[in-house]
């Protein structure tokens, strides 16, 4: 439905100027004496993140105040640590075909390609972890499909349940912009004309309207219904004020531009959730208070230096000059007279040292709170560091960080599988060509299978196209396959694959999230692997004596290095060793000595192929 409405009364619109109002200078109770403000968090963290105070730069004395930036870095260390990219994302589909799900997971990369995934993703980590949350935002138009993070900046929402609550965000669309919705919204030239009365009359919601640019609201929630027959101008009934829908509206000024019933096109994670309100704790909130102290005592530190850098002479002569600087040449010489003197005046406070130790204090409280360690960040640690507490910061920093990429993936699958694959499958099952590059094993895959089709094929024109009995003999139906084969390398890596209709129609699939290994330390992975190896060459038997098997395994998947103890066929061999020993022992006749446990190589080559 489109709005026919340009009241500057209307319900809705009402509703949002409260929203607003109510959103800027009220505060929640998360409990007993404890307020807090959405808004002004999220105003202190973008005024921390540009080294800015919130009550201006400047001292009593229109002197610049020095600001300690101390949470920026640490944003970039959570940001590399949680770092998502396109090829983390991979299909999991419930079919025997093995060609379906690889085509459908190069028709999903086609898609992250074209919207620029990966500038979304990049996105995604910088403003959870900064600023305590995230917010998608799905759009559809003209048969694509864009997922876009959405600047704090420009948004409005419930502080208890950002999902769950109204949310309303702020475009700035120019009057080209404005124009292309036309014969979607209405009203457009009212609009248009309104925002320049309001940018000549230095009026706008937020007073922030740019010379050329004229602001629109979007808003969404659960309204009445009665918002939507006031907005067209439809009688209202008395049950119309307690039946809610989700409901969505565009204002630009007071003039309605569109309104409609419209599910919700927004996703919402936080970095570290915090019961009573709705956005979580980030990097920067989490340095409030170390961020405060620390620029009080580089202040403090400054003016110290400040005073103890003047060059100040105290002398109980009446006939010096008043001025070393201005009233006294280099080398000059002065006569005191008796009982007069002259000397240096130290003005070095003695708590300056003091001063460091404070910025170094709350530096300290601020690693812990946030997990960024030095030894997550990278730095290099001092020579006399215990490597077991290097290790140790690192293993804590880091597992903090995976367990917030673990939060992320969860969250990116329910956008994958309530967003984009149904998209996705709804767009992907008309015919179409897809045109891809493939890796060596997919290039297998899809040739075997190509020539295969077109063999069989050949083969049955052949039988068909007889009239006498012919039998098509395996060695010619290997050479159909062979010859069709070597078309198809020519076109080396890429393939051009005509997608049939309906294809993908009833493919079972969902999206899984594959964390890999790059938030590791290859240091540390290579150091687990040449201990792992030098065990190996000091104690082969690890690698076939059953007891000592069991613990090795245990050590090779505690490392978590990725190798496991199937695939170095640790109990394999051990379990036939320890059955070929068994049986030994069962056929061993009474009175015999049973032979010792192989503990040699050659022990081990002997016992085996008995």
């Known amino acids: 439905m489109k709005a026919t409405n340009t009241r500057p009364n209307n319900l809705a619109l009402a509703e949002l100027k ?39 730069n400047e001292d009593i004395y229109r002197r610049d105040k020095p600001f300690y930036n101390i949470s920026k870095f640490r944003v970039n260390v959570a940001v590399r640590a949680t770092d998502l990219d396109m090829q983390n994302f991979q299909l999991d589909a419930d079919t025997e075909d093995t060609v379906l799900p690889m085509l459908y997971q190069k028709e999903l990369y ?27 935002k799905k759009k559809e138009s003209n048969d694509k499909l864009n997922i876009n993070v959405v600047e704090w900046n420009k948004l409005v929402t419930d502080q ?65 219904i009665a918002y939507l027959k006031d907005a067209r101008g439809e009688k209202i009934e008395e049950d119309d004020e307690y039946t809610y829908t989700e409901q969505v509206y565009y204002f630009a000024g007071d ?54 850098g003047k060059v100040v002479l105290k002398t109980n002569a009446m006939s010096l000059a008043d001025n070393l600087f201005t009233d006294v040449e280099n080398g000059q010489i002065f006569e005191l007279g008796a009982g007069e003197d002259m000397n240096l005046l ?58 917030r990429m673990e939060e992320a993936g969860i969250f990116w699958r329910e956008v994958f599988n309530d967003w984009i694959m149904p998209w996705l499958t709804k767009k992907i099952t008309r015919a179409h060509i897809l045109a891809s590059d493939f890796n060596p094993e997919e290039l297998r895959t899809i040739d075997e299978s190509f020539s295969r089709f077109r063999a069989n094929r050949r083969a049955k024109e052949l039988v068909l196209s007889n009239k006498k009995e012919r039998i098509v003999t395996a060695e010619e139906y290997q050479e159909y396959i062979d010859n069709y084969a070597q ?20 493919a079972k699939t969902k999206m899984s999230l594959v964390i890999t290994n ?16 030098t065990i190996v060459g000091q104690a082969p038997q ?49 009175g015999e000595e049973v032979p010792e446990a192989p503990t040699t190589p050659e022990q081990v080559m002997a016992s085996m192929q008995q």
């Open 160 to 224: 208890i349940n950002i999902e769950g609550g109204a949310i309303a965000e702020l475009h700035y669309l120019s009057p080209s912009e404005l124009n292309k919705k036309r014969g979607v919204w209405e009203n457009i030239d009212e609009a248009i004309a309104q925002a320049g009365k309001e940018r000549r009359a230095g009026k706008s919601i937020r007073n922030r309207a740019s010379s050329d640019r004229t602001e629109v609201w979007e808003l969404h929630g659960e309204f009445p």
């Open 542 to 590: 690890v690698l076939t004596d059953p007891s000592l098997a069991k613990i090795f395994s245990r050590v090779v998947e505690l490392s978590g290095i990725g190798i496991s103890a199937a695939s170095l066929g640790l109990v394999t061999r051990a379990t036939q060793t320890q059955s070929k020993m068994d049986k030994a022992m069962e056929e061993q006749p009474a």
């Open 110 to 136: 086609q898609w992250m390609k074209e919207a620029n995934l990966s500038k979304t993703l990049n996105q995604f980590g910088v403003a959870r972890a900064k600023y305590g949350g995230v917010v998608l």
């Open 346 to 403: 130290n003005l070095t406070p003695a708590s300056l040292p003091m001063y460091q130790n404070l910025i170094d204090q709350w530096d300290s409280q601020y690693e812990r709170v946030s997990s960024t360690y030095e030894a997550v960040t990278g730095q290099t640690m001092p020579s006399n560091t215990p490597f077991r507490s290097v290790a140790m910061q690192n293993q804590e920093g880091t597992s903090y960080f995976l367990y």
């Open 255 to 308: 003039v309605l531009l569109y309104s409609d019933e419209m599910p919700s096109p927004y996703k919402y994670l936080a970095w570290d959730s915090v019961p009573g309100r709705s956005l979580g704790w980030g990097i920067v909130e989490d340095g409030f208070q170390a961020q405060v102290w620390t620029n009080d005592a580089v202040i403090n530190q400054k003016n110290a230096m400040e005073l103890a």
């Open 518 to 533: 790059e938030n590791k330390n290859k240091a540390v992975v290579l150091e687990s692997l040449a201990n792992i190896l």
């Open 487 to 506: 078309i198809l390398t020519a076109t080396g890596e890429k393939r051009f694959i005509d997608i049939p209709k309906d294809y993908f129609k009833n």
């Open 18 to 56: 409260s929203f607003i109002s109510s959103y800027q200078t009220d505060t929640i109770d998360i409990m007993d004496g404890l307020d807090y403000s959405q808004y002004q968090t999220l105003r202190t963290v973008e005024y921390y993140s540009n080294s800015r105070y919130l009550e201006g």
